[in-house]
């Protein structure tokens, strides 16, 4: 089932909900998964609860899955099957897909899972588009985000994380709306488009390309936000070259997230794994030089020193 198709739904019941919802996607939306467990619990008139699949004691937290006072059910969020060890992610797999109750769990995973009848997978995109913002939207009891339009004219690639912040901030601006447009929108959406095409030019090694759209967005942000996006790139590049070369697909995928689409098909293979560490350790040393009064000038003789790399 997709997301939207799940956040549409108003008719399931507690009788008529499966026992296990898995939201499964290429990144964790922490806010927005706990959110949508709530929100779920509202629909089919369950008490919402939490029980982490990481407490130490696994059996205690299944039997309590396992277990309803006085015939009181509930609705519990599970968290990340991603951040359990391999040992635990085995157990909690066939643990859950075999659970048909008496409570409903929601949980998230970036693999899919082939459950039971009890069972049901609800897809996350990637990016969340205006259908879906608006859903989320409604999903938080926010009719219509005042902004809505001024944000999706400056940006199409919002996560489902971001989606959940925004309309957050929509809640507490009253009629400080269109002064947020104005001075501080366009300063909290990072022009996806734009970052994407120059981290794209600089892992392809296109100066030329590359130092057109630098002069253009250079001055729009400060030097602590370059050395943050460039060293999560390097960061994300260096694991993604690991996994490829290991042949794990998947994982690959998963950390993958924001990485330019030229990178991901074809030229992680120009990339050296030692090349790549070296470039994420000298932007350490930009960001401590810069954090303690220095020029941000480094940041072009890192430029430099990746294009001039064979």
């Known amino acids: ?3 939207l198709s799940f956040l549409s739904d108003t008719k399931t019941t507690k009788e008529t ?7 499964q996607g290429v990144s964790y939306p922490l806010l927005f998964g706990r959110a949508c467990a709530q929100r779920y619990a509202e629909l089919i008139g369950m008490t919402f609860s939490y029980q982490s699949m990481q407490a130490e004691n696994q059996s205690a937290a299944m039997a309590a899955l396992q ?4 015939g009181s ?15 635990k992610q085995k157990v909690w797999a066939e643990f859950l897909k075999a659970y048909s109750g008496p409570h409903v769990v929601l949980f ?3 693999a899919s899972f082939d459950g039971s009848d009890h069972f049901e997978t609800v897809e996350l995109p990637d990016v969340v588009d205006v259908s879906l913002f608006s859903k989320v939207a409604q999903m938080l009891g926010v009719s219509n985000v005042s902004f809505a339009s ?6 199409s690639s919002l996560s489902l994380d971001e989606a959940y912040l925004f309309v957050k901030y929509d809640a507490v601006l009253g009629k400080g709306s269109q002064e947020f447009v104005t001075d501080w929108l366009p300063d909290m959406i990072v022009p996806e488009v734009s970052l994407f095409s120059l981290s794209q030019a600089l892992f392809d090694r296109k100066a030329s390309s590359f130092f057109r759209l630098w002069k253009q967005l250079s001055h729009r942000y400060s030097a602590p936000f370059w050395t943050t996006f460039w060293s999560e790139q390097m960061w994300r590049a260096y694991h993604y070259v690991t996994f490829q ?22 030229t992680w293979r120009n990339h050296k794994l030692d090349d790549l560490k070296a470039y994420h350790h000298f932007l350490y040393e930009i960001d401590f030089h810069v954090k303690n009064g220095g020029a941000d000038h480094a940041l072009d003789l890192f430029y ?3 294009f001039l790399q064979s």
């Open 304 to 306: 430099s020193t990746v």
């Open 1 to 3: 089932m997709k997301l």
């Open 73 to 87: 059910n509930s609705c519990y969020w599970l968290g990340n099957f991603d951040d359990l060890s391999k040992g």
């Open 245 to 266: 070369k290991k042949g794990k697909q998947l994982e690959a995928k998963k950390i993958g997230y924001r990485l330019p689409f030229s990178f991901l098909n074809r």
């Open 108 to 110: 998230y995973s970036a």
């Open 17 to 23: 909900a499966k026992s296990v919802i898995c939201l």
């Open 67 to 70: 277990t309803s006072f006085l």
């Open 150 to 155: 001024d944000l999706y004219r400056q940006t």
